[in-house]
């Protein structure tokens, strides 16, 4: 191997690396202006994507028993504690 061949390459390599860098790039805040911002995109990528999966729930069934915690971010009650006793509505949202 000569070392223009060499040279010509890792000039290649390095554009193909420089092409993929700005699509992530680009891919990141085409994501941001339709998720609302760069922080979305973050905890979206960060923390929804890995447990993203499709779930074999069905309307009727009954819910999983989970751990919740409530508005003061430390009391924790199990779902089965409440269930059948009166009517049981979770809530998952921000209001702000």
Known sequence: MTKGASAQRHSVW???????????????????HFMGGPR??????RYALPQWHEGNLHVGDLAPDAR???LDGHTARYLHEWIGKKPLVLIFGSYT
Do not use: N, P, S
């Open 14 to 32: 390095k554009w193909v690396v420089v092409v993929f860098l700005v699509l992530i790039l680009a891919a990141y805040f085409v994501l941001a």
């Open 68 to 70: 919740v915690y409530g």
């Open 40 to 45: 979305d995109v973050y905890g979206f990528l």
